[in-house]
Each structure stands twice: as structure tokens, then as C-alpha cells.
């Protein structure tokens, strides 16, 4: 059994920052890539970041300069740093844990940005 828990959702101003953070926790021997993904509502969901084992990152074109994907060792829990959040970056952010036996998520964390 594998327990992804996301944390650190909430609402924020225009221009404001927030920060997610996401563990992963039970039966999880080895993990790959770690990702944060948001689905707004009527739309579909996107990747918004992702950091693999070696540290390598990748961002969708909409939040790159805003956002930062970190990874912090030996737990692997994987933090995003949201800065100059726009009311379009209002979500629900969910962390997404890959491991060579399949993909686990987390429950979804919502962040609101009012304008």
C-alpha cells in the first residue's frame, strides 16, 4: 500500500506565493520521477512540473520563471514553489509518484488565486 499526501494548498492574492509539498509513504521501494499536475475545472489535467532522480526538471511553458520543482533526500518528498501566482494557476494540484511498478497520486490539493 502506497499513501501520497499533498499539503500546503490554499488561497492566495494575485501575485502572491504559496508552496505544495508532497511525501510518498508505504510499500515504495524505489522512486523515479516525482510530479506536480493541476486540473482546473472544465479543463483537463496538465502537467505543471517534474524533477527525476537525478535532478533533472522539466515545466510547462506557463509557469516557467514562477515555479520551482525541488526534491529533498532520503524521504523524497518533493516541494513546489509557486511565486507571481495569477488567477489562472487556480487548481487542483495533485503530486504524481512514479516508481518502476506504476504511478501513485495524491488526494489533490486546491489553490485559489483571486484576482
Known amino acids: 500500500q502506497v499513501q501520497v499526501v499533498e499539503s500546503g494548498g490554499g488561497l492566495v492574492q494575485a501575485g502572491g506565493s504559496l508552496r505544495l509539498s508532497c511525501a510518498a509513504s508505504?510499500?515504495?521501494?524505489?522512486?523515479?520521477?516525482l510530479g506536480w499536475y493541476r486540473q482546473a475545472p472544465g479543463k483537463e489535467r496538465e502537467l505543471v512540473a517534474a524533477?527525476?532522480?537525478?535532478?533533472?526538471?522539466n515545466y510547462a511553458d506557463s509557469v516557467k520563471g514562477r515555479f520551482a520543482i525541488s526534491r529533498e533526500k532520503p524521504k523524497d518528498t518533493v516541494y513546489l514553489q509557486m511565486n507571481s501566482l495569477k488567477p489562472e494557476d487556480t487548481a487542483v494540484y495533485y503530486c504524481?509518484?512514479?516508481?518502476?511498478?506504476?504511478?501513485?497520486w495524491g488526494q489533490g490539493t486546491q489553490v485559489t488565486v483571486s484576482s
Open positions: 504524481a509518484v512514479d516508481s518502476p511498478w506504476g504511478r501513485y
Open positions: 508505504g510499500s515504495i521501494f524505489r522512486i523515479d520521477t
Open positions: 524533477i527525476t532522480s537525478s535532478g533533472s526538471t
